[in-house]
């Protein structure tokens, strides 16, 4: 009918028009520049000169081992999202599961939390190089009081990716924030439900909250993932200094960092961009990945699905 | 800003005015010109170089440099970025890496053409090997201050342990074992015991006998004193020779001992200068920029030279790159103030500690001698011998000077040198592995001479 | 199938409970005592980091580092404070922080809440697919495309200010933000949004009335993540901005990193003043996020 018809096309105008803003954004800040990376991939180009076309010559020397620190840069990212991204949900929806009971001085716990994250990175990573350092270190120096062994922390390639996906959980206060605003707006009547079933806390969580909540765990996984992949501060100042970027024997030489020493240390940006197109790609899979299987286990109040 | 536009057509022949009337410095009839100057440091740095830059802004009277301000660390970012838009400044620092690759684009002007034409300045007003060049007729930039290495050391963690000083002069040098043992008889653990005692804790140690850094200053400034070098003569892959290898495995071998902290650890402590002023190390293998900071802070200290390995001792010349950017449109005004920077301008930044001059007239003459050289807090007595005697009979360029490709083969080197330092591998193991595969990015020296 | 009231007048409230219920719900809802030491714990060890900090910026260069690490200082002293905030115009840094932070907050905020909206609760050929493209924005470190974007503000001339800082805020703000908000918005009930439509209200108006003040503990966490993000923020401008008087406090602080020498001392000492704004604003978001705003569906 007309009216319905006419209702469409409305909502749909509305649609394109209150995206206007993302999709010009993109267009102007994301799709340009990586039309240049992608373009800039496939060149030699180190900034003095004229980029000179090579075509895959870059993701040759790559996927050859002709520069060894590609593959160890791939590995160390790997190690470390697969190891950080767990650790830090898990660890910032318990906290946020505690925050979110009727704790006396509630509002100085979650302050005392989220501190971590109001720190600048960089000043927090100089700070926490400290507090690691084997030798002199507050935390080493702990650990020999209590008669154990001291462990060689950043220092070492065994250690190194352990330390900063610690500093990663230490730095979850994001997440937790958002996971408390998500369990505020769980609706209490549903709780009550549970309690009149005779359910206990363990039915609530299982049943109401993580259901309710699933969306927003959803989010922190994907974006967590996404951040993980980019680190690039940490590693950077913990680990790298004027001459060498990277870490004991290149363990910590995490992807992005590997891109800026391409660009602005080798002035190679023909080869960094060939680097960052396939960051773009990976990150790219996973989500699409994320957000197939996304369907069978987020659960949406509205009833619309993704 | 419009001006800035139209400004390079009338600013050439009004310049070529000025060049005729030489020495006045005054020019009514010039219009105004201003020039970027990009550089990094530490506050006081920043203080002396812009105080400079409006001196010589002051005497010229026309020319206005507005100095840039680039933290260090992402200097290469900030730089690579502008000069893909076009916008370089006309004179500044460079890291040594970055402009090695941008000289062979022909971005930097020649220092060498310029001294031949100065009306005031010769090459021979300067220190040698403080040119960094890629031809014997090309210098593409200068050391923006001579820094050299020396043995820094705690004189109350001497005088705790009884032990007699560092020796100040060349000939003077300690042997190496000399070295290791005084070394062991500084490394205190937390019981009060050193290294030559029995029942002494590694695990616990509160002093150590000696520190250094794991970049390629302190371990390349052994090798060339022991005659090695990063690459040979004909440009292969040097670090697998005898002299070399024996030179790396010392500094090791200091590790195992327990005398001097593994640097990847001791990467985390702020600075040497902090490490020798806390006693955290009584002895510090280091540059003699830390003057500044163990100056500023009144430490006991002095400077000894570095002991010796199989011949004599030495120390190598370091330091970051002062270039003139050829797209400049205003090249004489930069060279000018690159000039001044070079000798008078720098003068407070003598006198704190932190730069040595590369003029020579500095080193010879009493006068000026006497208002930089001290003796005062950041230049204790050990720094005629230790470090103006070395510098100017008995160094060499670092490796950065004459390596082509130094950032790669350096990054390359340090990664495999790790093991190293952490006692899994020899000296010698880890060079002969990296061999193979460090040689296809091997470009050859640059000629010096 | 959620018990609503609907908001009147954009605000909502609050059941007041039966007053037996009252008291039985304070004596349940009261925590246990053993969630107590594992969150002093926990709090004492997140905390333990930012003391740290404090205790540097009381100390010398020197004494950073000790052979027997003290909790306390030795020789405390707030020179350190006076000197480091002295030696360059951090008051300037601070206003420059300000500006650019509040106008990046404001256009985040509008912008990415805006489209937000468009992706999850307006149907439109192609949403999806557009959604999924504008998501790849996210997955880009600022340097890949910090030299294109750079050479762009060059060509319009806006480079050495804060518009390239500012202007991407008001395009969509970041698809972290637009991505969180979607996520909430999506799981509001759509009833009110419909019974608006078909009373004839504009989709302007539902966005503004009704969507939004339900949404006030999402907008004040994206707020708040947007501020620190753009306070903390030190690449972008270091690559846009030249001139000291244009500094944000970030670059600022990273003025005491030289090359061969860094004042750890003051710049701890910097870095503790600059974290005091922060901390006010989260305090001042803590406060607002948690008073009890409780989500309500519509009956039936």
Known sequence: MNGFGSARRREAAAGWLFAMPVILGWVIFVAGPVLVTVFLALTDYNVGGTPRFVGAENYRRFFTSADPSFFASVRATALYGLLSVPACIAVSFLLALLLNTKVRLRGLFRAALFVPVIIPLAASSVIWMWLFQPDFGVVNFVIRALGMSAPQWLASERTVIPTMVLMNVWLSGNSIVIFLAALQAVPRHLYEAVEVEGGNAWHKLVHITLPMVSPTIFFVVVTGFINALQAFVQPAIMTSDAYHAGGPNNASLLYVLFIYREAFRFSKLGSASAAAVLLFAVIAALTWFFFRFSRSFVYYEAGERT | MQTRMRLPALVIPLLLVGIVHPGTGRAANKEPVT??????????????????????SKKSGYVTVVPVYIPEQDYDAKVTAMAAAGDTPDAGYCTAQLASIWSGQGKFVNWFEMLAKDPDLKKTDFVDGIWFQNSPDNAYGISTAVEAFGLFYNKAAFKDAGLKEPPSRFDQAWTWDEFVKTAQLLTIDRNGKNATQPGFDPTAIKQFGVTFEKWWGPWSVHVLNNGGDFLTPDGKFGLTDPAATKAIQRLADLIKLHVAPNPIQFKAIPSQAAAIQARLAAMSMHGQWINLDLGAAKANYDIGVLPRMDRNTGTILISGVSVIFKDSKHPAEAWALSKYLASDGALPLYQNGLWMPTMKKFYTDPALLAKWAGPDAAHPPGFKGAMMDMVLNHSRPSITYYVKNFGKLDSMVSAALDPVWQGEQTAEQAMKELEPKITPEIQGRYQLK | MTAVTAPVNGESRQRAPAPAARVRRRRRDRASWFVYPPLVLLAGIFLFPFYWMVKTSLLDLGSIFEPVPSLIPRNPSLQNFVTALTTFP?????????????LTVVGTLLTASMC????????????????????????????????????????????DGFTPLVAPAWFGGGVFNIFLLRQFFLGVPRDLDEAAILEG?????????ILLPLSKPVLIVVGLLTFLASWNDYLAPLIFITSEEKYTLMLGLNMFIGGYTAQWNYLMAATCAIVLPSLVIFLVAQKYLMEGIVMTGMKG
């Not at chain 2, 020039?35 to 010589?56: D, R, T």
């Not at chain 3, 951090?90 to 509040?102: K, Y």
């Open chain 2, 35 to 56: 020039i970027k100057y990009a550089y990094w440091g530490s506050p006081q740095e920043k203080l002396a170089v812009e105080k400079a830059c409006a001196e010589f």
């Open chain 3, 90 to 102: 951090f008051g300037r840094f601070f206003l420059n922080s300000l500006l650019v932070s509040s």
């Open chain 3, 116 to 159: 937000a909206f468009s992706f999850s609760r307006l149907r439109w050929r192609w949403r999806n697919r557009v959604f999924s493209v504008v998501l790849t924005g996210m997955m880009l470190p600022f340097f890949v495309v910090m030299i294109p974007q750079f050479i762009m503000w060059r060509r319009l001339g806006l480079t």
């Open chain 3, 201 to 209: 209200a504009s989709y302007l108006r539902v966005f503004f009335q």
